[in-house]
């Protein structure tokens, strides 16, 4: 079975609805050193893009699922 290198990846905007944050405090977060930037969050052009675990290791478990077409 071939391990998909984007599973687990989403966008700052996507991890801010499911766990219920916005994405000023996301961004701030990552700014005070409470995701490690390139290993839990990468900026990529204008995008952040942040890992599900980093996620739920700092906030727990989401309050929204993923929706069914991701």
Do not use: C
């Not at 687990?8 to 905007?13: D, N």
């Not at 944050?21 to 990552?30: G, H, Y």
């Amino acid at each position: 079975m071939n391990e998909n290198p984007f599973d687990g990846l989403m966008s700052l905007a996507e991890a801010a609805q499911r766990w219920g944050r916005a994405d000023a405090t996301l961004r701030q977060a990552i700014l005070r050193g409470k995701f490690v930037e390139g290993v839990d969050a990468k900026h990529i052009g204008k995008q952040w893009i942040i890992t599900e675990s980093a996620m739920r290791r700092e906030y727990g478990e989401p309050i929204a699922p993923r929706s069914p077409a991701e």
